[in-house]
């Protein structure tokens, strides 16, 4: 081989190097615009939370951040498109936990949670509150395990749709209390309200988007709180565990990745999205809105690990009452 062409090799070799070496990519990372997909409409609260923490990402990664909404499915039309999306931290998903349920539901979601995603972040903890009215005689998760266990299935619980957390949780509820409450599924949170308030159900297992502000106002009356913790603006409403219901599982929002993205890319936007977060305005604004931010998360693998394992908690839950998405 003549000395041009071994230089050529050469040079061929270290510019093949560069180009797959992890950390030379991340070190160029970002260097054009990011988006990040949101499998809801704009206002929901995933999207309320990417807009809230998409001016300290710009700044931080000198990027402009594209807010991108593809609803349908449960999630599962944006979850299915960023899948397919290039592992090169240029398209990210920011999901609530319908996120992990929906491939359990779906015949054909188009993703797998484990198989195609890493964990970049957990944003916040969503709990549901279970509701009644106002007027309802119940005022506690006893109280309500005794109607059911003496009226049976005439006692119903409301949810924001089929296969969603909130319809999970209820069927958990059903399942550990020993009762048959009958599901009575909605088209979203807001839905529910007016039968919830007419008394036509007997409670909603909701999101506290939905029910927060009518709590507050006294025209709702929590019973107890989805999820490992109370609610800093409910510290008097029990979690299901303090009422004797073990089950801790609850929503949230988190950013994801295509599965085999660098990284020290992932790690580059896990430090992006912990320096956003930590924003006293954000995080009054996440708790007003009746969640949890994560202030102190662990690292993308640690988040990883979790929403794999709960992925495979709530795809039982859902086999175990043939919970099917609309």
């Known amino acids: 081989m003549k000395i041009s062409q071994l230089a050529?090799?050469?040079?061929?070799?270290?510019?093949?190097?560069?180009?797959?070496?992890?950390?030379?990519?991340?070190?160029?990372?970002?260097?054009k615009p990011i988006r990040i997909v949101i499998p809801n409409a704009p206002g929901g609260g995933t999207d309320v939370v990417a807009r809230l923490l998409s001016e300290s990402l710009q700044n931080d990664l000198g990027q402009p951040i594209v807010i991108e909404n593809k609803p349908g499915a449960g999630g599962a039309v944006a979850a299915a498109d960023v899948a397919k999306s290039?592992?090169?931290?240029?398209?990210?998903?920011?999901?609530?936990?319908?996120?992990?349920?929906?491939?359990?539901?779906?015949p054909k979601a188009g993703y797998d949670?484990?198989?195609?995603?890493?964990?970049?972040?957990?944003?916040?903890?969503?709990?549901?509150?279970?509701?009644?009215?106002?007027?309802?005689?119940?005022?506690?998760?006893?109280?309500?395990?005794?109607?059911?266990?003496?009226?049976?299935?005439?006692?119903?619980?409301?949810?924001?749709?089929?296969?969603?957390?909130?319809?999970?949780?209820?069927?958990?509820?059903?399942?550990?209390?020993?009762?048959?409450?009958?599901?009575?599924?909605?088209?979203?949170?807001?839905?529910?309200?007016?039968?919830?308030?007419?008394?036509?159900?007997t409670i909603g297992i909701l999101d506290a988007v939905s029910t927060l502000p009518l709590?507050?106002?006294?025209?709702?009356?929590?019973?107890?709180?989805?999820?490992?913790?109370?609610?800093?603006?409910?510290?008097?409403i029990p979690t299901l565990v303090e009422s004797g219901i073990a089950f801790d599982a609850v929503g949230w929002h988190a950013v994801f990745v295509p599965i085999g993205t660098p990284a020290p890319i992932v790690n580059k936007l896990s430090a992006a999205f912990n320096k956003a977060i930590d924003q006293p305005k954000v995080i009054e604004r996440i708790i007003s809105g009746g969640s949890i931010p994560i202030e102190k998360a662990g690292t993308p693998s640690q988040w990883t690990a979790q929403y794999a394992k709960e992925t495979k908690q709530w795809a039982e839950i859902a086999k175990s009452v043939n919970a099917k998405m609309e």
């Open 113 to 201: 949670p484990i198989k195609d995603f890493t964990g970049v972040r957990q944003l916040a903890i969503v709990p549901l509150i279970i509701v009644t009215r106002s007027e309802s005689k119940l005022e506690n998760m006893n109280d309500l395990l005794e109607l059911a266990k003496k009226d049976g299935d005439k006692v119903t619980f409301a949810s924001f749709g089929n296969a969603t957390p909130s319809h999970l949780a209820g069927e958990a509820i059903n399942r550990l209390g020993k009762v048959k409450m009958t599901h009575v599924p909605y088209v979203g949170g807001p839905k529910a309200l007016p039968d919830i308030l007419a008394g036509n159900v």
């Open 8 to 31: 050529l090799v050469y040079v061929i070799g270290i510019i093949g190097s560069i180009a797959f070496n992890p950390v030379a990519i991340a070190q160029s990372y970002p260097n």
């Open 86 to 106: 290039p592992a090169d931290g240029y398209t990210l998903l920011m999901a609530a936990a319908g996120f992990v349920i929906a491939p359990a539901v779906l």
């Open 215 to 236: 709590v507050q106002q006294g025209k709702l009356k929590a019973l107890a709180v989805t999820g490992p913790k109370r609610l800093p603006v409910l510290p008097n």
